[in-house]
């Protein structure tokens, strides 16, 4: 089963075509949330981290 090249570029540009891009502020508000997510998990973790390592200095000091 042969396709020709012109066939395959008038499907591409008739599904390109069907593309509904986001606005820019749709982006810059996806771009926003995004990195305040980051900035929240980097928290998290941050202080899950050092709560993991505090129990694990004492744990180690107290001689459990």
Request: glycine share 4%; net charge positive.
């Amino acid at each position: 089963m042969a396709l020709s090249p012109t066939k395959f570029i008038r499907e591409v540009r008739s599904e390109a075509a069907k593309i509904s891009w986001p606005t820019r502020r749709e982006t810059l508000i996806t771009t926003a949330l995004v990195f305040a997510m980051v900035a929240l998990a980097a928290t998290f973790f941050f202080v899950v981290d050092q709560l993991v390592g505090l129990f694990v200095r004492s744990l180690f000091a107290g001689g459990i």
